[in-house]
């Protein structure tokens, strides 16, 4: 994964489930929730003052990545 991106997995107490969070370098801008399940997983997308600017392809690397990391560590 692109070292511009950073997923950290994660339990927070407003989830059941555990999220996955996403940085670009240090500033959050989304967060993956499996509550509904993980084939129906949930983006919240959190803006910042200022527009943050990606390459696509470089941002769905990271998606699939903290989707991939939710689907390793969920609860069996």
């Given at each position: 994964?692109?070292?511009?991106?950073r997923?950290t997995?994660c339990?927070?107490?407003?989830y059941?489930?555990l999220?996955?969070?996403?940085?670009?370098?240090?500033?959050?801008?989304a967060?993956l929730?499996?509550?509904?399940?993980?084939?129906?997983?949930?983006?919240?997308?959190s803006?910042?003052?200022?527009?943050i600017?990606?390459?696509?392809?470089?941002?769905?690397?990271?998606?699939?990545?903290?989707?991939?990391?939710l689907w390793?560590?969920?609860?069996?």
């Amino acid at each position: 994964m692109n070292s511009e991106f950073r997923v950290t997995v994660c339990s927070l107490p407003d989830y059941e489930e555990l999220v996955a969070e996403i940085y670009v370098g240090d500033e959050f801008v989304a967060l993956l929730s499996q509550e509904a399940g993980p084939e129906a997983i949930r983006m919240e997308i959190s803006p910042s003052n200022a527009p943050i600017k990606v390459e696509l392809a470089t941002f769905e690397e990271a998606l699939a990545h903290a989707k991939n990391r939710l689907w390793e560590l969920r609860k069996v």
